[in-house]
């Protein structure tokens, strides 16, 4: 049942990037572009999102677990620290750059063009990137609780 | 812009917000795409995460087949300024934990202070970036 319903929700996913407009790099750009001609359309879709996701996700918290799995599987980090800024500002920059986040350029693959075959094998060369680079910080690392912050056995966000 | 725009960005968002909670709530997991992505291709748990990322194609795919607009890739944009902004989304994200999608759509969600500390990163120097790639660098 859990593998049903990562495919149903990943088509929801999908289909609501598609008809949000966010696979569109003129429109993301466009928001992205103050001195440009402004296009406020991805402030609609953040804010549509998060507006269903904190009333959600408030009410769900409440669970003691999940309906078809047996825990939550959020991340225990909660300070502020220099990966996720580091992280968070190359992203921007990278963002910024092409107009493309890892979500809107797999929604790509739905209608692939010369931009999709450059994009995504460099964005899977970013992940295997860090892979390599925490791995090799791994091996010199003595505290296994720092161990742990860093590469987590189940990566998740936030 | 024209409203039947607002109207698709609002439905989308809607519906991207559904599929997070939805997620979460029956399998107890975050729909953040950096974080599928590197759960099928660095853990033993693949399965679920590669159903999800064929999901969201398929959706897309749905879309487009019922008329949607679907992009039209630019002319003249430096491949390999394509290519360095694919790999600066995929090692930040992975750093950060967390994209658009897991810090944006989920952790705000979640009232995390990490993931609004980090939205406000990726939006703040994304605005900066394409002021200057278009504007000081002329780079459509």
Redesign the interface.
């Known amino acids: 049942m859990p593998n049903i319903i990562a495919l149903l929700t990943g088509l929801i996913f999908g289909f609501g990037l598609a008809i949000s407009g966010m696979t569109h790099t003129e429109i993301v750009l466009g928001f992205l572009d103050v001195a440009g001609q402004w296009n406020p359309s991805l402030l609609f879709v953040l804010s549509g999102a998060v507006s269903v996701t904190v009333a959600g996700f408030y009410w769900i918290r409440k669970l003691s677990k999940p309906v078809f799995a047996n825990t939550f599987i959020v991340t225990e980090v909660k300070n502020i620290d220099r990966p996720l800024v580091i992280g968070s500002a190359l992203f921007g920059i990278g963002w910024g750059i092409s107009g493309y986040c890892p979500g809107p350029a797999i929604a790509l693959l739905a209608t692939p063009n010369w931009e999709v075959w450059v994009f995504l094998p460099a964005l899977l060369f970013g992940y295997g990137l860090h892979e390599y680079v925490s791995k090799k910080l791994e091996v010199k690392i003595v505290n296994p609780t720092d161990n742990q912050s860093l590469r987590p056995e189940q990566p998740t966000c936030g | 812009?024209a409203v039947t725009?607002?109207v698709?960005?609002?439905?989308?968002?809607?519906?991207?917000?559904?599929?997070?909670?939805?997620?979460?709530?029956?399998?107890?997991?975050?729909?953040?795409?950096?974080?599928v992505?590197?759960?099928m291709?660095?853990?033993k748990?693949r399965?679920?995460?590669a159903?999800?990322?064929?999901?969201?194609?398929?959706?897309?795919?749905?879309?487009?087949a019922l008329g949607?607009?679907?992009?039209?890739?630019?002319n003249g944009?430096p491949?390999w300024?394509?290519?360095?902004?694919?790999?600066?989304?995929?090692?930040?994200?992975?750093?950060?934990?967390?994209?658009?999608?897991?810090?944006?759509?989920?952790?705000?969600?979640?009232?995390?202070?990490?993931?609004l500390?980090?939205?406000l990163?990726?939006?703040?120097?994304?605005?900066?970036?394409?002021?200057?790639?278009?504007?000081l660098f002329g780079v459509i």
């Open positions: 812009m725009n607002i698709n960005a609002v439905i989308g968002g809607f519906l991207i917000g559904a599929s997070a909670t939805l997620l979460f709530w029956l399998n107890g997991r975050i729909a953040g795409i950096s974080s992505v590197a759960s291709l660095f853990t748990d399965l679920w995460p159903l999800f990322l064929l999901g969201v194609v398929a959706g897309a795919a749905i879309y487009y949607g607009s679907t992009p039209i890739p630019r944009f491949v300024l394509l290519a360095v902004s694919g790999v600066l989304v995929g090692f930040g994200t992975a750093l950060a934990r967390g994209c658009t999608s897991g810090h944006g759509v989920c952790g705000l969600g979640r009232l995390s202070l990490r993931s500390v980090a939205t990163t990726f939006l703040s120097v994304g605005l900066l970036t394409t002021f200057i790639v278009r504007h």
